[in-house]
């Protein structure tokens, strides 16, 4: 694969991404992060997730995963294989930008996480998926007053 496909996400430490459809959140800084990193890019999103944040992507090239037909302005991919592959001819970096089964389906495609470790610890019900630290490195860490922001390299 000649381009990396990054995850993009803000979580706790306990994993916790989401509760229903919402962010259980409301971090303007850390979301700053995450647009600034998706500007001119491609983000692939999950059908709900999109229903929620795609508003704000109008600086990026989305790309839904859904297995529908839904009513969007922007191309719809039948699999996370579909999706990365429309993605990667874009030609511009590939960011995965969740929710939790999108992430869970795109960590194996994945050879870099860009994740922000939000301090408060927050009830909810959608989570990161669990990945083996051992296969990944930290090679960029900024600590922000209420997260911790962090961009993972896969080894190997
Ligand atoms: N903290 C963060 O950084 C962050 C980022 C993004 C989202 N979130 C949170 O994540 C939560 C949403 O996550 P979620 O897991 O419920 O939903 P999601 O991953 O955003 O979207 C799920 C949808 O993706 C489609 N899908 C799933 N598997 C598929 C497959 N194998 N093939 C084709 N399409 C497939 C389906 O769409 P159809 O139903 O249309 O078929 C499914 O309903 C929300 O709470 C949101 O706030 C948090």
Do not use: C
């Amino acid at each position: 694969m000649h381009v990396p496909v990054i995850l993009v996400g803000a979580m706790t430490k306990d994993r916790v991404i989401g509760q229903g459809d919402k962010m259980p959140w409301d971090i303007p800084e850390e979301y700053q992060t995450f647009i600034d990193n998706i500007r001119g890019q491609t983000v692939v999103m999950g059908r709900k997730s999109y229903d929620v944040f795609g508003p704000d992507l109008t600086s990026a090239y989305a790309i839904v995963v859904s297995r529908g037909d839904p009513d969007v302005s922007v191309p719809v991919a039948h699999g996370i294989d579909k999706a990365l592959k429309l993605a990667h001819s874009y030609g511009k970096k590939v960011f995965v930008a969740g929710g939790s089964q999108i992430y869970e389906l795109a960590l194996p495609h994945a050879n870099r996480m860009y994740l922000s470790e939000i301090k408060q610890d927050y009830a909810g019900d959608r989570y990161f998926p669990e990945f083996d630290r051992q296969q990944w490195q930290i090679v960029r860490e900024d600590e922000h007053a209420r997260f911790i922001y962090r961009e993972w390299k896969r080894l190997g």
